[in-house]
């Protein structure tokens, strides 16, 4: 059986130039490419060499998101302390 090699975290918004401000301007995450698409576009934020984030516009997305529990991603750090004064001083 074969392994998994890769895993895409995805982010859909109705305003995800916004959304992709947060986890550039604070976390510090860049993004490697920007898709454009004929209705939608997004972005892809390489986390890891195996792992990335999507955050992109879908038609179908409206409004603020009223299950805010329903995605929640964990990313490990090596210093929990140098993170916490890092997004302090932001």
């Given at each position: 059986?074969?392994?998994?090699?890769?895993?895409?975290?995805?982010?859909?918004?109705?305003?995800?130039?916004?959304?992709?401000?947060?986890?550039?301007?604070?976390?510090?995450?860049?993004?490697?490419?920007?898709?454009?698409?004929e209705d939608?576009?997004?972005?892809?934020?390489?986390?890891?060499?195996?792992?990335?984030?999507?955050?992109?516009?879908?038609?179908?997305?409206?409004?603020?998101?009223?299950?805010?529990?329903?995605?929640?991603i964990t990313?490990?750090?090596?210093?929990?302390?140098?993170?916490?004064?890092?997004?302090?001083?932001?």
């Amino acid at each position: 059986m074969s392994k998994i090699n890769k895993i895409l975290i995805q982010i859909y918004s109705e305003t995800p130039d916004l959304l992709v401000k947060f986890y550039t301007n604070i976390l510090d995450l860049k993004i490697s490419k920007k898709y454009e698409l004929e209705d939608d576009y997004g972005y892809k934020l390489d986390l890891t060499d195996t792992c990335s984030l999507w955050i992109a516009k879908h038609s179908e997305i409206h409004g603020k998101n009223t299950e805010v529990y329903r995605n929640i991603i964990t990313m490990y750090v090596d210093s929990v302390r140098e993170w916490f004064e890092k997004l302090k001083e932001k």
